[in-house]
């Protein structure tokens, strides 16, 4: 059946001081990237390049548990009705021209985002809820937020921008640009920024940053130089990080590994559970079968016997290669919010049928089940086109036939699938992707959300609403751990959602480079890397 357990992802973890070694800087990396940056502005690019995260920095940013820390805020208070953050800055920070880093900085690059109509880039609708910036003074910064807001503090992790530099009410020669050109700015090729590394030169397919030698954290960074070059497509960069010309390629996909030869003599191999999970969604709403047949997925048996009917591990193995990892809750296993006190769902067929049977869905000698002469059958929605869909759905098909429960296939285009289905509730049970938040999501299950469409399955629970209403925001760590971990816990046993995996993505690094650190979003503090000295 089901069983209370931890969820462990095989994943390479290198342990690294929560500060700085003395470490003579020294070095090269050489880290290949697909595709090419058109320019290096975090606020133009958002997250499509990483070579901005070397370079420029926010108020906060994740560690590898996924727990929010401070990076150009040193401190933060949050009153007690979460509708104030006030934000304490480093006073050891300097641009890379110099120049000190400052309050007034914060507030210039968050009010091109928030108020500034002329802003040319592309905005973070969730930023609106932030109703005033105010400098409390040089090193100190407010902000005051709408009521009832839903703002995630990972948001003011958003790269900030040089205020001497982009605003052309202080920018000086050629940087006197109007906010409405800021796509033309030419700092967007000559950046600055408060990160390790500053920019050197821009190359044909290489960008080569440099150690920031005033760089406010200890004797970090450990690299002296970082070249980041530019492939085509990923065998070729696969090629080249064979041949040792480059050092590192991250962010590679199951497919991808499948066909990557072996480099295990040569490389370290480094594999994270991505951002990411598919899962498959009941529709609670009671009319969703029909209004001549009743909705099985509202008897938690039902919903417990499907959840247990489904091989995942065979899924992985088939289908990702065994790259990928089996969960049963939206928060990943590294995070700092997950609680391994759940329900798990390993295979059992017969508990499966046990469970059934109790919920009045008996077995008859055709090898289906029924209930007052209905046949236990439903349609599974998926996106139409998609292999991969198509092949994980005939499997579930499979699975679920070995208990007695018949699945007709229901593919869909994209398009329709969204917005014929999902958001009208037009649907019996659908397969799909979910992109994981970092800071543990909470609106798939609220009954708030069913009208704004995310609580798309129409799923209700008094027990749920009172749990997530204990979020008591950003001020209140424990209280959230308590939150998530009860959300999670019956999460597990109402199942709104059945999870079945997350794809495990993979970095290939020269035996030489230490110092890695993983976590769902990749790679962790490149500052902290090094080479290890030939003997």
Not at 225 to 244: E, M, N, Q, R, V
Not at 293 to 310: F, G, H, S, T, Y
Request: proline fraction near 6%.
């Amino acid at each position: 059946m089901f069983k209370k357990t931890s969820i462990f992802l095989a994943i390479t973890i290198a342990l690294v001081a929560t500060g700085c070694e003395t470490r003579e800087p020294s070095g090269c990396l050489d880290q290949a990237l697909l595709g090419e940056p058109g320019m290096l502005n975090p606020l133009l690019t958002g997250e499509e390049c990483i070579v901005t995260d070397y370079i420029f920095q926010g108020l906060v940013r994740y560690d590898e548990q996924l727990q929010l820390v401070g990076q150009l805020a040193e401190s933060w208070e949050v009153s007690p009705d979460n509708r104030e953050w006030t934000f304490f800055l480093r006073q050891d920070v300097s641009w890379h021209d110099g120049e000190p880093f400052t309050a007034n900085d914060v507030e210039f690059t968050f009010a091109l985002q928030i108020i500034d109509e002329s802003f040319p880039g592309p905005r973070d609708l969730d930023l609106a809820q932030i109703e005033a910036i105010e400098v409390l003074d040089d090193y100190s910064v407010k902000f005051s937020l709408a009521p009832d807001h839903e703002l995630s503090m990972s948001k003011l992790s958003l790269g900030i921008l040089p205020r001497h530099l982009y605003d052309p009410q202080v920018a000086l020669g050629r940087d006197k640009v109007p906010i409405r050109q800021m796509a033309e700015h030419p700092r967007n090729w000559r950046p600055v920024g408060t990160g390790p590394y500053r920019f050197e030169e821009w190359q044909n397919q290489c960008i080569i940053l440099e150690r920031y030698e005033n760089y406010y954290d200890g004797d970090c960074p450990y690299i002296q130089t970082i070249k980041f070059y530019f492939y085509p497509d990923f065998d070729t960069a696969l090629s080249d990080l064979a041949a040792g010309r480059v050092d590192l390629l991250e962010d590679i996909s199951p497919a991808q590994m499948e066909t990557a030869p072996d480099l295990s003599q040569t490389h370290e191999y480094y594999t994270y559970q991505e951002m990411g999970c598919q899962v498959l969604a009941f529709n609670f709403r009671s009319q969703a079968f029909g209004s001549n047949r009743v909705n099985p997925w509202l008897d938690r048996k039902v919903r417990q016997a499907v959840a247990c009917a489904i091989d995942r591990e065979r899924i992985i193995a088939r289908l990702l290669g065994g790259r990928g990892v089996q969960i049963d809750s939206i928060v990943p296993t590294q995070s700092w919010a997950y609680s391994p006190d759940i329900v798990a769902y390993d295979q059992d067929l017969a508990q499966a049928g046990q469970l059934l049977d109790q919920a009045g869905w008996p077995l008859k000698l055709d090898g289906w089940r029924y209930r007052e002469g209905k046949r236990l059958s439903f349609q599974l929605t998926l996106r139409e086109g998609n292999p991969f869909y198509e092949n994980v759905a005939a499997m579930l098909k499979e699975d679920l036939a070995q208990v007695g429960i018949e699945v007709e296939l229901n593919p869909r285009p994209w398009g329709e699938l969204l917005l014929d289905c999902m958001d009208t509730g037009d649907f019996e049970m659908v397969l799909l992707g979910l992109g994981l938040n970092p800071d543990p999501e909470a609106a798939f299950f609220s009954s708030d959300s069913i009208s704004r469409g995310m609580n798309f399955g129409a799923y209700t629970s008094p027990a749920m609403d009172a749990i997530l209403s204990m979020d008591a925001g950003a001020g209140n760590a424990e209280t959230r751990r308590l939150a998530y971990a009860a959300m999670q816990k019956l999460m597990s046993y109402e199942l709104p959602l059945i999870f079945l995996f997350s794809p495990a993505r993979t970095a290939i690094a020269s035996k030489n480079l230490k110092g890695i650190v993983t976590s769902p979003l990749g790679l962790c503090w490149p500052e902290r890397w090094y080479f290890a000295k030939e003997n």
